[in-house]
């Protein structure tokens, strides 16, 4: 259960720093450069700053989710350490065991002696 709620929190941190990534422009331009007018609240400094905060944060989240993820992952034994459960490899194994022979009532044949070869 928790694997599944970091991993989609690492798919949500992914798609958010993507957008934010596109958003920017290396020239300059992009989001920030939609604000150049002087009259508004934030300007186009204060909107390259907060992308870039954005993006060291989103980063900085995405490698702190993955190094929390590899708490719920196969160990070299193959138990999952976060539920304990064995490898599907392990149960297949355990399962494709084949059954002892059913027990029957009939005496096994055994080979009678060779007679003995009479003296002349």
Same mark, same amino acid.
């Given at each position: 259960m *928790? @694997? @599944? =709620?970091i991993s989609i929190l690492i798919i949500v941190v992914c798609i958010?720093? =993507?957008l934010v990534v596109l958003v920017q422009n290396s !020239? *300059? *331009?992009g989001l920030a450069s939609s604000? /150049? @007018?002087s009259n508004q609240v934030m300007g186009v400094r204060k909107t390259a %700053?907060? $992308?870039? !905060? &954005?993006t060291w944060t989103l980063a900085a989240l995405l490698l702190i $989710? @993955?190094?929390m993820s590899t708490s719920f992952t196969n160990?070299? %034994?193959g138990v999952t350490r976060g539920t304990g459960t064995e490898s599907v490899t392990r149960q297949k194994a355990a399962e494709d065991v084949t059954? /002892? &022979?059913p027990e029957s009532n009939v005496a096994p044949i055994t080979p009678s002696p060779a007679p003995a070869p009479s003296p002349k």
């Amino acid at each position: 259960m *928790g @694997s @599944s =709620i970091i991993s989609i929190l690492i798919i949500v941190v992914c798609i958010l720093l =993507i957008l934010v990534v596109l958003v920017q422009n290396s !020239k *300059g *331009g992009g989001l920030a450069s939609s604000f /150049a @007018s002087s009259n508004q609240v934030m300007g186009v400094r204060k909107t390259a %700053d907060f $992308l870039e !905060k &954005a993006t060291w944060t989103l980063a900085a989240l995405l490698l702190i $989710l @993955s190094v929390m993820s590899t708490s719920f992952t196969n160990t070299s %034994d193959g138990v999952t350490r976060g539920t304990g459960t064995e490898s599907v490899t392990r149960q297949k194994a355990a399962e494709d065991v084949t059954p /002892a &022979a059913p027990e029957s009532n009939v005496a096994p044949i055994t080979p009678s002696p060779a007679p003995a070869p009479s003296p002349k």
